[in-house]
């Protein structure tokens, strides 16, 4: 089988809509498929990746805690785009941890989540084959 | 040949437009659809904003003008495609970003 | 050249339905193969079979059947997007209790490995969406 570059973008916010939720349940899926995965989060898709979500109230299932699995995904690459942090008055501490281990290093656990700036992630957007939208 | 991008939203609704702006590099090419063919009317800052990309190619799916009742108001420097058009596009770029 | 798309949104609600069903039959048009069409999101609903849309509109779930039986195209609805909203074919419906489908002739429900194929064994995915 092909292994090629596959990017999901997402730039929507969580709970207001479907999309975020619905995204990630492809990344899963598509983990079983060994492809060179990328996750960009651009513009307020960013607020999907925040801490402390509490959806008790509003009835919505909680599916923050699902990013912390990427990891085990063997979803590595996590682009976050630095202006969208930025402008949203984020900054990386407001995000989760999202880290993953390198069996090549001893199991070493490392970042997943790259802050790039917008011309860095166009760069990246540019090298892939397939952009999966939401 | 790059990317070739499509944006479906008018940019008075959304930022989308602008986004897409600063992911199209030098030699990719920007196909407005649907309520995005908004983007490439004449009098709007969208306007000059693809006038001012001079590295990227601009396109606008003709049907969608049509049905919006916009030809006669085509800014500049814009080529009208149709579906066949959007057809070749695809096939004559590495790959597709659809800002949604 | 070997097409996938992607459909995100349901019939009428955004047009992205109309411009992916457009593009899917300029492509064949053109010569070109279509792998697969994947409906996910709110499109799964392109597949029902219970639209009765004015006489004088476009029947949207009709042109995605009928264009799939000329062409003999696989058009799939993502099978986690079409529990959520209900979307059912006779196999599934009976796995789930009900006696009633609605999956119109022409689509089959499946998981969304399906749209990961799709890109692998395509040269081109385009998703059309809101």
């Avoid at chain 3, 300029?26 to 004015?54: C, Q, S, W």
Wanted: charged share 25%; with cysteine; hydrophobic share 40%.
């Amino acid at each position: 089988m092909a292994v090629k570059k596959f990017m999901y973008v997402n730039r929507k916010a969580p709970y207001g809509t479907v999309y975020a939720l619905e995204s990630l349940e492809v990344v899963l899926i598509g983990a079983a498929f060994d492809q060179d995965v990328s996750l960009a989060f651009i513009g307020d898709g960013v607020y999907e990746l925040t801490k402390g979500q509490n959806t008790e109230a509003i009835g919505q299932k909680n599916f923050s805690p699902t990013y912390a699995a990427l990891g085990d995904y063997d979803v590595t690459k996590i682009y976050v785009e630095k202006e969208s942090l930025e402008e949203r008055g984020l900054t990386l501490d407001d995000l989760q941890h999202l880290v993953w281990e390198d069996e090549d290093e001893d199991w070493a656990e490392k970042d997943s989540i790259r802050l790039v700036s917008r011309a860095e992630l166009a760069d990246v957007m540019a090298e892939q084959e397939i952009i999966l939208s939401f | 040949m790059g990317l070739l991008h499509t944006v479906n939203k008018s940019p008075f609704e959304s930022k989308t437009f602008d986004t897409c702006l600063g992911y199209a590099k030098d030699g990719s090419t920007v196909l407005l659809i649907e309520d995005g063919v908004y983007a490439a009317t004449t009098g709007t800052s969208a306007a000059d904003k693809i006038k001012n990309a001079s590295g990227v190619t601009f396109a606008v799916l003709g049907p969608d003008l049509q049905a919006r009742g916009l030809e006669g108001k085509l800014a500049d420097g814009i080529k009208v495609v149709d579906y066949e058009g959007f057809v070749n596009l695809v096939a004559e770029h590495d790959s597709v970003q659809s800002w949604l | 050249m070997k097409f996938s798309i992607q459909v995100n949104e349901g019939p009428y609600q955004h047009q992205s339905a109309d411009t992916a069903y457009q593009f899917a039959k300029a492509a064949l048009a053109a010569g070109h193969e279509i792998f697969r069409v994947f409906f996910y999101h709110d499109g799964v609903n392109n597949a029902t079979k219970l639209a009765v849309p004015p006489q004088d509109d476009r029947d949207i779930p009709k042109l995605w059947s009928e264009l799939a039986k000329e062409n003999d195209l696989d058009l799939v609805v993502c099978i986690a997007a079409a529990q959520r909203r209900g979307m059912m074919d006779v196999d599934e419906a009976k796995r789930q209790g009900f006696e009633d489908n609605n999956l119109k002739e022409g689509f089959r429900i499946s998981g969304l490995g399906q749209l990961i194929e799709a890109g692998i064994e395509s040269d081109r995915l385009v998703v059309f969406g809101a």
